[in-house]
Structures are given as C-alpha cells and as structure tokens.
C-alpha cells in the first residue's frame, strides 16, 4: 500500500469512517451478523496501520499516533452506539449496559493518556481495546446468528471487566 502511495494515516481514517458508518448503519438496524463482518473487516485496518507508519519513510508521527489514537475512540463509540440505538427500542434494559461499556471504554484510553502525560506509566489492565473489540464483535456476530443470550453476555462481561480496568489504572497511577 505504501508503493501504492497510500499513507498509514489514509488507512486509518477509511478504517474508522468504514467501521462508525457501518456499525451505525447495520447495528441500529439490527443487522448483527452482517455488521460484524463489515465492521470486523474496518476494523482489521487497525494493524496494518501502525505497521505502515514505521515502515514508511517517517516511521511514524506524532500527528500520525493522535489521530490513531483519536479514530479509534470515534470507531470504539460508534459501535456502541450502534448497539444502543437498536437496543433503545427493546423492551429490555440492555441498553443501559451499552451506555455503562460506551462511558467505561472512553475512560480507558483516558486515564492511560493522562496518566502517561503525567510520566506515569499506566499500560495496565484486562480490558485493552483488542479484548474490549473481540468481545463485542464476538457477541454481535453470535447474537446476529440467533443466539440470543450472546449480547447481553458481551455487554456485561465487558461492562465488568472495563471496570476492573479503569480501577487497575486508577491504582497504578495512585500509588505513582
């Protein structure tokens, strides 16, 4: 792709816009197992992005990192919010589950920033994002394929351990 003339940052942003338009569009709609291909698919553009960057004559920028870093929030929300959309209109309380894994999963990444902006090394946790993106993709394409159960089990699994993860890096940083 880089002989191609298409830069890494170029891969990230088609990468986010693919997987927010698509989330949005088959999730609301309550196309599980189609958006999770598509999104999954976006999503992939994830590793080979930073990948490019250091392979590319700049071997990455500063620039390059925050816009990373700031696409995958946009592309980590929009799948959540995908998911609330459709589920506002259950007759469940799921989506308040949605809203918990969509405020938990953008403090996150904060919390690391801030802690790092600090000079504190903060890289810990059990819910990284590539565990946060499995676990939601895994329980959007099963629910997608009939299984009912999937969703809810995703989105509490994810609620629990993205708070394990925000207290594991409140810690690090407390006790720094």
Same mark, same amino acid.
């Given at each position: 792709?880089?002989?191609?003339?298409?830069?890494?940052?170029?891969?990230?942003?088609?990468?986010?816009?693919? $997987?927010?338009?698509?989330?949005?569009?088959?999730?609301?709609?309550?196309?599980?197992?189609?958006?999770? =291909? $598509?999104?999954?698919?976006?999503?992939?553009?994830?590793?080979?992005?930073?990948?490019?960057?250091?392979?590319?004559?700049?071997?990455?920028?500063?620039?390059?990192?925050?816009?990373?870093?700031?696409?995958?929030?946009?592309?980590?929300?929009?799948?959540?919010?995908?998911?609330?959309?459709?589920?506002?209109?259950?007759?469940?309380?799921?989506?308040?589950?949605?809203?918990?894994?969509?405020?938990?999963?953008?403090?996150?990444?904060?919390?690391?920033?801030?802690?790092?902006?600090?000079?504190?090394?903060?890289?810990?946790?059990?819910?990284?994002?590539?565990?946060?993106?499995?676990?939601? =993709? $895994?329980?959007?394409?099963?629910?997608?394929?009939?299984?009912?159960?999937?969703?809810?089990?995703?989105?509490?699994?994810?609620? =629990?351990?993205?708070?394990?993860? $925000?207290?594991?890096?409140?810690?690090?940083?407390?006790?720094?």
């Amino acid at each position: 792709m880089l002989r191609l003339g298409i830069s890494a940052n170029a891969i990230t942003v088609i990468g986010a816009v693919g $997987v927010a338009f698509s989330a949005i569009y088959f999730f609301a709609a309550g196309n599980f197992f189609m958006g999770t =291909l $598509v999104v999954s698919f976006f999503a992939l553009s994830d590793l080979f992005d930073g990948t490019m960057a250091r392979l590319s004559d700049t071997h990455g920028t500063k620039w390059g990192a925050l816009l990373d870093s700031t696409l995958d929030r946009v592309s980590d929300a929009a799948i959540v919010i995908g998911i609330w959309i459709y589920l506002f209109e259950e007759p469940s309380d799921l989506h308040f589950l949605a809203i918990a894994v969509l405020f938990l999963s953008g403090l996150i990444p904060y919390i690391r920033a801030k802690a790092e902006s600090l000079g504190i090394s903060c890289s810990v946790g059990m819910a990284e994002r590539a565990e946060r993106l499995i676990i939601l =993709l $895994v329980g959007t394409g099963l629910y997608g394929l009939g299984l009912n159960i999937a969703l809810p089990i995703s989105l509490t699994l994810l609620t =629990l351990l993205s708070l394990v993860t $925000v207290l594991q890096r409140l810690k690090v940083v407390y006790q720094a």
